[in-house]
């Protein structure tokens, strides 16, 4: 089974750019959507990002504008970069198909400070 290994968390100022890598165990290619999940302390997961097979991406309105998912279905990683981060950006960002899901990563914790 494909295990999922996120990467690129850290702690940045209010502004900042992280990028965020998630490596599959496994082949990717025939996942129709990717994406990249967000846990904020105290709430749900939510979907901030997914990619299709042909790279068609749709992305949360909280971060429209300011994040960017790409995937190489070659290499089986997918990539979050993010830009101008905000302290409500501040989570455990996760890796996952979008539904069926993959067993879940440890995720990566990325902390914005004001």
């Known amino acids: 089974q494909v295990r999922l290994v996120e990467s690129g968390g850290d702690l940045v100022q209010a502004g900042g750019s992280l990028r965020l890598s998630c490596a599959a165990s496994?082949?990717?290619?025939?996942?129709?959507?990717m994406g990249w999940y967000r846990q904020a302390p105290g709430k749900q997961r939510e979907l901030v990002a997914r990619?299709?097979?042909?790279?068609?991406?749709d992305y949360a309105d909280s971060v429209k504008g300011r994040f960017t998912i790409s995937r190489d279905n070659a290499k089986n990683t997918v990539v979050l970069q993010m830009n101008s981060l905000r302290p409500e950006d501040t989570g455990v960002y996760y890796c996952?198909?979008?539904?069926?899901?993959?067993?879940w990563g440890q995720g990566t914790q990325v902390t914005v400070s004001s």
């Open positions: 996952n198909s979008v539904s069926p899901f993959l067993p």
């Open positions: 990619i299709s097979k042909g790279a068609l991406t």
């Open positions: 496994g082949s990717i290619g025939t996942i129709n959507f």
